[in-house]
């Protein structure tokens, strides 16, 4: 984008990535909350950022 110039964008994540893997039941978990995601140039530096809320959610090994 030049200077100035704005748009949206759609960013897609692996839901693995915001659970947790359970060993015995090869499962992933996703935490019933909120989540907060933000944009930033650094860890020191956050942008802009939003929450989302998402519902518990169970995976199988792969994701799916």
């Known amino acids: ?25 090869k499962t992933w978990t996703i935490a019933k909350g909120e ?8 860890s020191a530096d956050i942008v802009s950022s939003v929450k989302v809320k998402l519902p518990k959610k169970v995976l199988d090994v792969r994701g799916k």
Not at 2 to 18: C, I, M, Y
Not at 35 to 42: D, E, K, N, P
């Open 1 to 25: 984008l030049k200077p100035g110039e704005s748009t949206h964008v759609n960013v897609t994540v692996d839901p693995r990535l915001l659970g947790n893997y359970d060993s015995k039941s």
């Open 35 to 42: 989540y907060q995601v933000m944009l930033a140039t650094s």
